[in-house]
């Protein structure tokens, strides 16, 4: 299907592409058994300026927004999705920076990230607060110039291997939702240390790793937004963010259905090719169906947001504002529906087409010898962070009944 | 302290089934083009010795079509400095001799280059005469089949070249010619701010008038060899199975066949 993609677009798949099938298909066993950081894959991606292309030229970006990130993600995700991550975590870093870090923390963090220099990280998910954000434990006070912070945050993807993070804090417990907080935080800072590595059934090269706060100062000008916005941070982020899931997503779909393709026109059985029997094609119709139409989805709602973002990041840099200030005085939409409508449609479809992919590849499907095993056990996240599916759903019905009653409110006022 | 270096690539089919037509000319229309895959070794070896050697610059230099602005751009994309198409429709049919005459009065034009790199040979022509035949015509040392580059500064270059039977190795005085072998490196990709400077760039033309060549000593005419014809390599056949239980039975078998054949 031709999207209509710009040349600098199509740069990004096929330098993507390049990586994903000669440096990152040899060696994605190995990572996937070893649980081991592949730095060797991330050395490659900074050279060929992979981590930027969704920033601003201004922060050492390609100058692109969600678009490029999501084909950047697919095309490595058809390779490996726990490889692909990397970059993937280090958006979900410098989105909510760039969306409501002010003109200095840009500056300050944003090169770092765009360049590869420094990966970052994300983490709002504690031991006992997942759906449940408002429920957090983790405190942040203030005292003179700094914030001293204390608790406990786990699932931190890319943790570890990351040097900046972006954490919530409940700054007035007593404020529930409202008392959260969001901060910037650099590795190393005293008070802050790693606790327990997960192991995981997927993604299993990207580290997950519990965050440990123990007294950690660090100035106030790392909080990120306003005191109590936290929520506020982590939806916008999200409604920018989830699409690069979807892209994920859609990757690790796409890589199951090539490798099943090949297969099932090498494997024959009764003498024949097995993909010559109708009840694979029909599986290999519904799954190619399935993807086109995810994919379609995604790229939509890329464009759309990018219309809104790259205006609003322009003149927020020009001006000296907020970038989440000036998509507001520019009339942007709030993207929570159809960002939670691609993270559903395509990690559904990733999960279903997986599945579909061992059955078809039959026993050697389910081996560890054969790649689409671990595209199945890939995709499986997709479908829980950055919000489960669940809590999608739960926006997407949300967003539909608030804009039913605004209409209804309208048309109130009309007659 | 820096050299300059230049690298003569050429545009070449990507694909490795060239089709062959009536008049037995390669038939290289519509096929998707790129680096002489040799050629990227050339330029990754010359991107090392400019990271080796501050103020180092890498010019590329392509002779053939317009279209070699494609591959100039590519390698521009990879972290080479500059670039120039060396074309005109008076070098079209050009053997390896007047091509080598080209490269050199380019080579002289750019004036300051002390290294000067080739791929092995190209994957379409084979011929690998061009280290030797630009080395010849400048006067200048030249190697080929180098794969590997032990030593480089701004007067020499020390290399080791492949030998049937191990390496020699060899220092020359630059300027010098050094063609290189795919053991020499592993190429880089390109970075998409590459890619964009690239297209970018403007790449200067540069036909036979520029290079102070008289229009008369180059193209098919003023060639002294010519390709009078090619053929495809007929396709191998199926090979016989020798069969036995025991190798010793495996080799009376294998001197009945060897005796049957008339081999012995």
Known sequence: MDYELTETQLDIINLAGEIADKKIKPVRAKYDASEEFPWEIIEEMRKADLFGVYL?????????????????????????????????????????????????????????????KKLGSFCITEPASGSDATSMGATATLEGDHYVLNGVKNFCSGGKTSETYVVFFSTNPSKGPRGISAFIIEKGTPGFSFGKKEEKMGIRCNPTYELVFENCQIPKENLLYKEGRGLHVAQGTFDLSRPGVAAQALGIAQGALNETIEYTRQR????????????????????????EASRALLYSVAKAMDKDVIPATQKAIKEGILVYDAMKKLGAKRWTKESAMVKVFCSDTAMKVTTDCVQMCGGIGYMRDFPVEKFMRDAKITQIYEGTNQVQRNEIGMMLIKEAASAARREAVAA | MGIHIAVCIKRTPSSTSVAIDESGQIQTAGLPHGINPFDEYAIEEALRIKEKLEGSKVTIISAGAPESEDVVKAALALGADEGVVVTDPAFDGSDTMVTSLILSKTV????????????????????????????????????????????????????????????????????????????????????LKGKMRA????????????????AAVVGKDASPTGVVKMEPVPARTAGTAITGETPEELAKNLVEKLKETKFI
């Open chain 1, 56 to 116: 601003p030229e201004e922060y050492g970006g390609l100058g692109g927004a969600n678009l490029e990130l999501i084909l950047m993600s697919e095309r490595l995700s058809q390779a490996c999705a726990g490889i692909g991550l990397s970059a993937l975590t280090s958006s979900l870093c410098a989105i909510p920076i760039l969306l409501f870090g002010n003109p200095d923390q840009r500056k300050r963090y944003l090169p770092d990230l765009a360049s590869g």
């Open chain 1, 268 to 291: 024959k059985q009764f003498g024949v090719p097995v993909s010559s029997f109708q009840a694979m094609q029909h599986m290999l119709a519904d799954c190619a169906t399935q993807i």
């Open chain 2, 108 to 191: 002289e034009k750019l004036g300051d280059v002390k290294l000067i790199l080739f791929g092995k040979q190209t994957n379409d022509g084979e011929s690998g005469h061009m280290t030797a035949l630009v080395g010849a015509r400048l006067g200048r040392p030249s190697i080929s089949a180098v794969r590997k580059v032990t030593d480089i500064d701004a007067d020499s270059i020390t290399v080791q070249r492949l030998m049937d039977d191990g390496a020699d190795t060899l220092k020359l005085n630059l300027p010098a010619v050094v063609g290189v072998t795919k053991e020499i490196n592993e190429p880089r990709l390109p970075s």
């Open chain 2, 199 to 214: 297209k970018k760039a403007a790449i200067p033309k540069w036909g036979a008038g520029d290079i102070g060549v008289d």
